[in-house]
């Protein structure tokens, strides 16, 4: 990965957006001025204000002065201005997997050079090489982690810490996955903040919602480790991993109770950064931009993994095993289509880009077991337009939301599994639903301040409304609005008796009181593919006999038969943490 550059902001009194440049203009020989010109454009994570510096005609500096990119994708804003100064081109390559983050940093500077008054032809592309790590042919470890995302960070760093040499290979050019998208929350039965708030909860009780809200398609002994563990295994991201979690937890679709832990920001990034530190203090070696590309089997044990890196073939020998921890296949168009005919090109996707399913190819071919392929989940309440999950939504899982259709009516129980409310959310006037709240139910939940980045761009887009009357807001969307005030006004009153009569809607009812109101329009996006490899409760890969495939572990959303027909919110990361750490620990003490 390219150095990090310091992102620094150099002030420039004269200097505003409108303005073109500050300090010397003088024109050069090729007509470029010299100067400095800011551009903006937009990201994944909203605006990106660039500085560019041109001296003699050349690019001699490109600053990023503002940006909202978690970090992983903040690397392509990097990667790529290093690259545009050294070659002297704004035509350069984007960052695989960090599309929004690459057009927004080639937006903001070719913004910026427009300012120059100077045309691109302009530039004179120099020879130059970005400095490229270097790989040898061979490696060799006692395990291989295949994927660096929540599951394989973890199963990496528990075998260092179980003795292990551990060398990790992830395919983008950043570690985090999904499960850096994610909002990282983690189900817990019996956890410290429900000791604190009273809330009674079980193992067991875990146990059966995990089975209830996949219809029992579960194994019950994976199940079992799952429920059995969860709880130590957050103690152990906080005490030992050092995760920040906040004091609050939020209550997630089909759990009986509340019992999800939120991570601080309510971001994934902050599970991936304390992952990542840890696994480099434990010696784990990372090696990204390298994927994986077949399992080799000796004796019918898997002693070593070949990698593609840059165009040439690398081979990482295991002595002891290999992990596959690639994630699931939600970006795999085809694959989604072989298992799934209805999750077609027509239903966008939460997912990050390296999610296409390779290790459940790799390990297919060496004869192992694919279970409920065709569970393929979608979340409820998406960005309609680029199918992002949408944290603001999360108003909903504090209990503080309804779910009306273009009609104003409610269609489904707010608090109802994912798949449920999606499917009735696919049923309403054009496959869209919308979220009401008011202003005591944003104070409460402060998905505003918590999200703000994504709430200012959901406002700027108009597919997030606030206004005074209940009125202007159904205006914005066309929503019927007399019956939106009428199913208000039910709504106020199933509060008011602590029942509500229509969906039996599960928690607290909270009535809902003066404006701004704001209503949110979303629909249903791919999310979490539940089937995969079929492992053991050692984590190890069965075959379709049921045999274990000696030197094969896999964990986390690459597996299968551990959620059933529907993954409930927040049991991801619990998946990944218990089952990633089992992987880990089992592979470092093999022989
Ligand atoms: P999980 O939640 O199970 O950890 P994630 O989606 O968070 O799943 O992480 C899976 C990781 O595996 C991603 O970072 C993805 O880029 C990586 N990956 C996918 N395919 C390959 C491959 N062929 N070689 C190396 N890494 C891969």
């Given at each position: 990965m390219v150095k990090k550059r310091v992102l620094a902001l150099i002030l420039c009194a004269a200097m505003s957006m409108s303005v073109?440049?500050?300090?010397?203009?003088?024109?050069?020989?090729?007509?470029?001025?010299?100067?400095?010109?800011?551009?903006?454009?937009?990201?994944?994570?909203?605006?990106?204000?660039?500085?560019?510096?041109?001296?003699?005609?050349?690019?001699?500096?490109?600053?990023?002065?503002?940006?909202?990119?978690?970090?992983?994708?903040?690397?392509?804003?990097?990667?790529?201005?290093?690259?545009?100064?050294?070659?002297?081109?704004?035509?350069?390559?984007?960052?695989?997997?960090?599309?929004?983050?690459?057009?927004?940093?080639?937006?903001?500077?070719?913004?910026?050079?427009?300012?120059?008054?100077?045309?691109?032809?302009?530039?004179?592309?120099?020879?130059?090489?970005?400095?490229?790590?270097?790989?040898?042919?061979?490696?060799?470890?006692?395990?291989?982690?295949?994927?660096?995302?929540?599951?394989?960070?973890?199963?990496?760093?528990?075998?260092?810490?179980?003795?292990?040499?551990?060398?990790?290979?992830?395919?983008?050019?950043?570690?985090?996955?999904?499960?850096?998208?994610?909002?990282?929350?983690?189900?817990?039965?019996?956890?410290?903040?429900?000791?604190?708030?009273?809330?009674?909860d079980s193992k067991e009780q875990f146990y059966q919602d995990i089975l209830k809200g996949g219809d029992n398609e579960n194994d019950p002994e994976l199940v079992r480790v799952l429920a059995d563990n969860a709880t130590t295994d957050a103690e152990w991201l906080k005490n030992e991993i050092g995760v920040t979690f906040e004091d609050y937890m939020l209550f997630f679709g089909g759990h009986s109770v509340k019992r999800s832990l939120v991570p601080k920001d309510a971001s994934g990034v902050e599970l991936i950064q304390k992952l990542s530190a840890k696994a480099e203090e434990v010696g784990v070696i990372t090696h990204l931009n390298t994927a994986a590309t077949e399992l080799v089997q000796e004796d019918g044990k898997v002693v070593a993994v070949k990698a593609n890196f840059d165009g040439k073939e690398i081979t990482y020998k295991a002595s002891n095993g290999v992990i596959l921890a690639t994630g699931g296949f939600g970006s795999n168009l085809d694959m989604r289509i072989k298992y799934n005919e209805e999750m077609n090109e027509k239903i966008l996707s939460t997912n990050s880009v390296g999610s296409t399913g390779d290790g459940i190819t790799m390990a297919e071919k060496l004869g192992a077991q694919l279970v409920d392929m065709e569970y393929i989940q979608t979340y409820p309440t998406c960005d309609p337009e680029t199918g992002t999950l949408l944290y603001v939504g999360d108003v909903r899982l504090e209990g503080r939301s309804i779910l009306v259709n273009k009609e104003g009516k409610r269609f489904v129980e707010e608090l109802e599994r994912r798949d449920v409310i999606s499917k009735a959310t696919v049923a309403q006037t054009d496959s869209v639903s919308y979220m009401f709240w008011d202003e005591a139910s944003m104070e409460a939940s402060k998905v505003n301040v918590k999200h703000k980045k994504e709430y200012d761009n959901l406002i700027e887009r108009g597919i997030l409304v606030k206004a005074d009357t209940i009125e202007d807001a159904a205006a914005h969307f066309g929503i019927d609005a007399e019956e939106l005030k009428k199913t208000v006004a039910n709504y106020n009153e199933y509060a008011a008796n602590g029942k509500d009569l229509e969906f039996n809607k599960r928690g607290e009812l909270v009535a809902f009181t003066d404006g701004p109101y704001y209503i949110m329009k979303s629909r249903p996006a791919i999310h979490h593919t539940m089937g995969g490899i079929k492992i053991n409760t050692n984590a190890e890969v069965l075959n379709t006999a049921g045999e274990v495939i000696d030197g094969l572990y896999a964990a986390g959303e690459v597996t299968g038969d551990i959620h059933g027909t529907n993954r409930l919110g927040s049991d991801a990361i619990a998946d990944i943490t218990v089952f990633g750490r089992v992987a880990g620990r089992n592979a470092a003490k093999a022989e």
């Open positions: 073109v440049g500050c300090g010397s203009t003088s024109s050069s020989d090729s007509g470029i001025p010299d100067g400095t010109y800011t551009g903006e454009g937009t990201g994944k994570g909203g605006k990106i204000v660039v500085e560019l510096t041109m001296k003699d005609s050349k690019i001699s500096d490109i600053k990023v002065v503002e940006h909202g990119e978690t970090p992983g994708y903040a690397d392509a804003l990097e990667k790529m201005s290093a690259e545009m100064i050294t070659k002297n081109t704004l035509e350069v390559d984007m960052v695989s997997g960090a599309t929004l983050s690459s057009t927004g940093i080639l937006e903001a500077v070719k913004d910026a050079f427009n300012k120059t008054g100077a045309s691109t032809d302009k530039l004179v592309a120099q020879e130059g090489e970005v400095s490229k790590e270097e790989r040898e042919a061979e490696y060799s470890a006692d395990v291989i982690v295949l994927g660096g995302g929540g599951a394989g960070l973890t199963a990496a760093i528990e075998a260092a810490q179980n003795g292990a040499s551990v060398i990790l290979v992830e395919k983008m050019p950043m570690v985090g996955g999904n499960t850096l998208i994610s909002g990282g929350e983690m189900a817990a039965p019996g956890n410290w903040l429900q000791e604190k708030e009273s809330i009674e």
